[in-house]
C-alpha cells in the first residue's frame, strides 16, 4: 500500500514549497487590496471614461483564463523591458488577476453604504476624495474582510497555476518529485493533504470572519 | 494575428466541446448528489461521501485534480483518449461545484410542497421527479450558467495535460512563429465573448427569475 517512509522523506521538500506557496499567496493579496484600494477610489470619484476602462480591465480580469493571464503577464512583462525573476512575476501575474475583484469588492462595499452619507460629506464641506477616505472606506473595511478571505482562497487556487512558468510552489515540486522518483499516488496525495490543510483553515477563517463580524 | 486565426479555430471547437459535455455530465451527477444531501439526514452515508468529495473539490486546485486524473486513471487500469481525461477531470471538479448549486436550490423549495404531495398519495420519488426538481431546476439555471464559464477558463488547465485544446495550441504555435504577444491577445479576444457571453446569460437567467419572484411577492 501506501510508501510511508517515502512520504516522510519528501516532507521537508513539500513544506518548503508549500510556504512559498503561501508567501506567493499572501504577497499578491497584499498587492491586489492595495490595488483595489487605489483604483475603487478612482473609479467612485472620476468621470464615466475612466470608469469605462476600469470596467474593461475587471471584464478581462474575469472573462480571461488565469491560465492565460499569467503567459501574458509572463510574456508581456520583458517585452516592455521588465524583467524580474519567476517568483515575482507570479506575484504580479497574480495580483493583477486579484485586483479585478478586489475593485469590485471594495466598489460594492461602498455603494451599499447608505446614500445619505455620501451626502453628508458634501453638506460638511468634504470634497469627493476625503468622504470616501475618511468616513465611507472606514466602515468598509470591517465588511469587506469575508469576501478578501475568500479571494485569498482563489489566490492560492490560482497559484498553483504558476507551476507552468516554473515558480517552485507546491504543485511544481509535487510535478518534480513525481518525475523524479516516479511514485504517483504518495506525492498526489501529500500535496493535496497540503491544499487541504491551507485552504480548509482559510475556509474556516472566512465563515468565523462571515458570522462575527457582518452585521 | 489574421493568417494563424483559421488555425486557432478547431482547437477553440474542443475548448467548447470539453467545457460543455462536462457541465452536462456534472449537472446530472450534482442533482443527484444534491437532492439525497437535501432529502435525507445529515449522517446517512451517501451523504457523509458526498460531503467529503465536495469538500476535497473545494479545496484543491483544478489543476491537481487535472494530474491526479491523469496520473491515476492509468494506474487503475482505465486507458482513455486525453481527451476524455480531460472530460472527467472537469467532470470531477464541476460535479462538486454543482452538488452545492443544486442541494442549495432543492432546500430553497418550500416545505409545504412535500406535504401538500404527501397528501395527494404520492411517494417521495415521485415527489421529487415531478414537483421538486422541476421548480429548483429553474432556480439552479443561473448558478448553472455560471458554472458554465468557470468551467470554460478552467479548461484552458487541461493544456498541461498536452490536449489540444486552444490555450495548448496557441502555445504549440507559439513555439513555431515566436510571436508570444500577438497569439496571447489573439486568445484573450476568443476567450472573452464566449466566457463574458455566458456569465452575460447567467445575469439575464437571474433578473428572470428575480421578477417573477417578486410579482409572486405582490400578488400575495
Redesign the interface.
Known amino acids: 500500500m501506501l510508501d510511508i517512509d517515502f512520504m516522510i522523506e519528501i516532507l521537508p521538500r513539500v513544506l518548503k514549497a508549500s510556504l512559498v506557496t503561501l508567501e506567493i499567496s499572501f504577497l499578491s493579496l497584499f498587492f491586489s487590496v492595495f490595488l483595489g484600494l487605489i483604483f475603487s477610489i478612482i473609479a467612485l470619484s472620476s468621470g464615466k471614461l475612466i470608469n469605462i476602462l476600469i470596467r474593461c480591465f475587471v471584464?478581462?480580469t474575469?472573462?480571461?483564463?488565469?491560465?492565460?493571464q499569467i503567459?501574458?503577464i509572463y510574456?508581456?512583462l520583458p517585452?516592455i523591458g521588465i524583467y524580474f525573476d519567476e517568483f515575482w512575476t507570479g506575484v504580479v501575474a497574480l495580483s493583477f488577476i486579484g485586483a479585478g475583484y478586489t475593485i469590485e469588492i471594495f466598489r460594492n462595499a461602498v455603494l451599499n453604504v447608505d446614500r445619505g452619507q455620501h451626502e453628508a460629506g458634501k453638506i460638511l464641506g468634504l470634497t469627493k476624495y476625503q468622504t470616501l477616505i475618511y468616513i465611507l472606506y472606514p466602515q468598509i473595511i470591517k465588511r469587506s474582510l469575508p469576501p478578501i478571505t475568500n479571494e485569498l482562497i482563489n489566490v492560492?487556487?490560482?497559484?498553483?497555476?504558476l507551476?507552468?512558468i516554473s515558480v517552485n510552489e507546491l504543485?511544481k515540486i509535487?510535478?518534480d518529485v513525481?518525475f523524479e522518483y516516479f511514485v504517483?499516488?504518495e506525492v498526489?496525495l501529500e500535496?493535496?493533504i497540503m491544499?487541504?490543510l491551507i485552504?480548509?483553515v482559510l475556509?474556516y477563517i472566512s465563515r468565523y470572519f462571515e458570522k462575527r463580524l457582518v452585521v | 494575428m489574421v493568417e494563424v486565426f483559421p488555425r486557432l479555430l478547431p482547437p477553440l471547437w474542443v475548448t467548447i466541446k470539453v467545457s460543455f459535455i462536462s457541465l452536462f455530465l456534472a449537472f446530472f451527477i450534482g442533482l443527484f448528489f444534491g437532492s439525497i444531501n437535501s432529502i435525507y439526514s445529515k449522517f446517512n452515508p451517501i451523504n457523509l461521501v458526498s460531503r467529503f468529495y465536495v469538500?476535497?473539490v473545494?479545496?484543491?486546485?483544478?489543476?491537481?485534480q487535472i494530474?491526479?486524473a491523469y496520473?491515476?486513471l492509468p494506474?487503475v487500469g482505465i486507458k482513455l483518449d486525453v481527451f476524455w481525461v480531460g472530460v472527467i477531470a472537469l467532470t470531477f471538479n464541476s460535479a462538486g461545484y454543482q452538488t452545492e448549486i443544486s442541494r442549495a436550490s432543492i432546500t430553497s423549495i418550500d416545505k409545504g410542497q412535500y406535504e401538500a404531495s404527501k397528501t395527494l398519495g404520492m411517494s417521495l420519488l415521485t415527489t421529487m421527479i415531478y414537483i421538486i426538481i422541476p421548480q429548483a431546476i429553474k432556480r439552479m439555471l443561473p448558478a448553472t450558467a455560471n458554472e458554465a464559464s468557470h468551467l470554460?477558463?478552467?479548461?484552458?488547465?487541461l493544456?498541461?495535460i498536452a490536449l489540444l485544446e486552444l490555450?495548448k495550441a496557441a502555445?504549440n504555435l507559439q513555439g513555431n512563429s515566436f510571436k508570444?504577444?500577438e497569439l496571447?491577445a489573439l486568445?484573450?479576444l476568443l476567450?472573452?465573448p464566449i466566457?463574458?457571453g455566458t456569465?452575460y446569460i447567467a445575469s439575464i437567467l437571474q433578473k428572470n427569475n428575480d421578477d417573477k419572484s417578486s410579482k409572486i411577492d405582490l400578488a400575495k
Open positions: 471584464e478581462f474575469r472573462g480571461v483564463p488565469q491560465l492565460v503567459s501574458i510574456f508581456a517585452y492560492v487556487k490560482a497559484s498553483a497555476l507551476s507552468v504543485t509535487m510535478n513525481i504517483v499516488i498526489l500535496a493535496t491544499y487541504l485552504i480548509s475556509v | 469538500w476535497i473545494l479545496c484543491t486546485p483544478i489543476i491537481i494530474y491526479a496520473l491515476l494506474k470554460i477558463k478552467a479548461s484552458a488547465v493544456s498541461v490555450h502555445i508570444f504577444i496571447l486568445q484573450a476567450y472573452l466566457v463574458l456569465s
